[in-house]
Every structure is written in structure tokens, then in C-alpha cells.
């Protein structure tokens, strides 16, 4: 994707699938339209979460208790570069 990402504001992406965001019918996918831009690295940490809305959910607190404010800011600080 040409998108950054939405945690760090890395590019290139890739599209992560939300997984939570609607029922799922057995052996279907989500749908396309609940995509979002994530680097690698964070596409990699949200599969290995096991719980995703738990890991967004994580991602929202930090950005609450950022003194900057800035989602791709505060968390670029604790990603490590690609």
C-alpha cells in the first residue's frame, strides 16, 4: 500500500484485514472494506497478539497517555526502525 502506516507512519504497508469489526461465516474472509495501512513490523506484532481488539485497544491507552499526542510519534518511539 502507498498508505503509511497507522501506528508508526512507516511506508511502504500492508493491508491488515480487522478482524473484529465484523461476524465472521465459516471459511469467510472480512471484507475487504475493513482494511487497514500497517508496516510489517506492526502486521507481524498483530497476528503474534492473539487477541487483536486488545492490541488496539493497548495501542489507544498509550496514545491517551502520550504527552504528544501523536499516535505515529509516541509509537515510533518504542518500534524499532525497518
Not at 465484523?22 to 495501512?37: H, I, M
Amino acid at each position: 500500500m502507498r498508505q503509511p502506516c497507522l501506528v508508526c507512519g512507516r511506508v511502504p504497508s500492508d493491508p491488515h484485514h480487522l478482524t473484529f469489526t465484523q461476524p465472521r461465516a465459516l471459511g469467510y474472509r472480512v471484507s475487504d472494506e475493513f482494511t487497514v495501512p500497517v508496516c510489517r513490523i506492526h502486521h507481524r506484532e498483530l497476528h503474534r497478539s492473539g487477541d487483536e481488539a486488545a492490541w488496539w485497544q493497548k495501542l489507544i491507552r498509550f496514545q491517551s497517555r502520550s504527552s504528544s499526542g501523536s499516535t505515529r510519534d509516541s509509537m515510533a518511539i518504542n518500534s524499532p526502525q525497518a
